[in-house]
């Protein structure tokens, strides 16, 4: 590493990304490439010789930006957002520069002890229970994603209730979710040897506004038990992916516990929204949970990736996910003095991920992150009521955070072409390359989402979005 080398191509790459945020809105939102376009205009094989940086970052202007969708571009309202910042970036550039590998605390006591005091400022942000701070039994840990903490807490309430029943027992353990839980869970499920016929994938619908019915969990967990069966985890949702339905975790998670079954809540997206004192009501039961998991790098300015996952019982993780070979052996782990995150997670080596957080927290401080989410809830607000303005269109379930869910409305009852026609009015306005939102279906309607929560994102930008919306379905609907 020569550290003036480093300095003048640092300089050079910062400029060229400031450059590409202060252009990001000339670009198409969504990549207008064609698959395989890459291959036509790379090399077969890797240069011989060194190349300079001009010419490498002449190839991403000309060659990797177009194959790019703008999750940074403010009329980007697809999916849900990552969210990248100014601390985020400078984070995971002392990151980069610093090159831990802290799998253990001895590898790098400063990355297991931060990452420790963070989690805990996080849970305190979020009023979580004492249980899931670090100087209990419970604490934090930084994970890759949400599916990976899924996949971690569903080994962890495997192994524990194996070790009660036997190891015979797999075949006869059962998870619970709604349909709208993420797909992640059905993974975990596939990783973690549970027969995907004891997956229990619960019917939720608009009159719960498609959360969970405890009703619906209690009759299925009593079905299985009458089977002989084993109902071992359970998978709460605050904020689902297709319309961000909250389940009733008090509810949820007293059956959970009275059938002594596993309890993880996932908030990925919504639970950024939570530091705000009037959503923490969202995650109201979460004392009920096991394990409680949010993504920083969805809507907490965190740059990807930054899955922030607790648990009530740090030694369930370990039971399930420790590995000591002696060559990682040391005085302060044998010693049981130290956390080694290397045992709470899939993977041995990790980055320095609580950096980027630490500088998070420590650059915006908390009442602007508040700030920041009640801005994109108010414009979701002000969008939905724009929607429900149009006789064109309505609302399709009630908007509680940033994300409004909506359609085209059926003419003569005819819900096929109905679907078909939302279906081509998503096609039209991302393929304008001005705006791209995603969809879902909702009791088999095809339903179009708008999720605000890019950086970048103003008000002129939603009313912009919804302006294409309504030109593009008014030619639509002139056919």
Known sequence: MNSEQLREYGYRVVDFIADYYKTIETFPVLSQVQPGYLHNLLPESAPDQPETLEQVLDDVKEKILPGITHWQSPSFFAYFPINGSVAGFLGEMLSAGLNTMSFSWVASPAATELEIIVLDWLA???????QFLSKGNGGGVIQGSACEAILVVMIAARDKVLRSVGKKALEKLVVYSSDQTHSSLQKACQIAGIHLENCRVLKTDSSTNYSLRPESLQEAVSQDLEAGLIPFFLCGTVGTTSSTAVDPLAALGKIAKSNEMWFHVDAAYAGSACICPEYRQ????????????????????TNFECSLLWVKDQSALTEALSTNPEYLKNKASQANLVVDYKDWQIPLGRRFRSLKLWMVLRLYGAETLKSYIRNHIKLAKDLEQLVSQDPNFEVVTPRIFSLVCFRLVPVDNDEKKCNNRNCNLLEAVNSSGKLFISHTTLSGKFVLRFAIGAPLTEEKHV?????????????????
């Open 463 to 479: 009313k912009e979005a919804w302006k294409i919306i309504q030109q593009e379905a008014s030619y639509l609907l002139s056919k």
């Open 282 to 301: 969202y995650i109201d039961g979460v004392e009920t949970a096991d394990s409680f998991d949010m993504n920083a790098h969805k809507w907490f300015l």
């Open 124 to 130: 305190k942000l979020l009023n979580l229970p004492e």
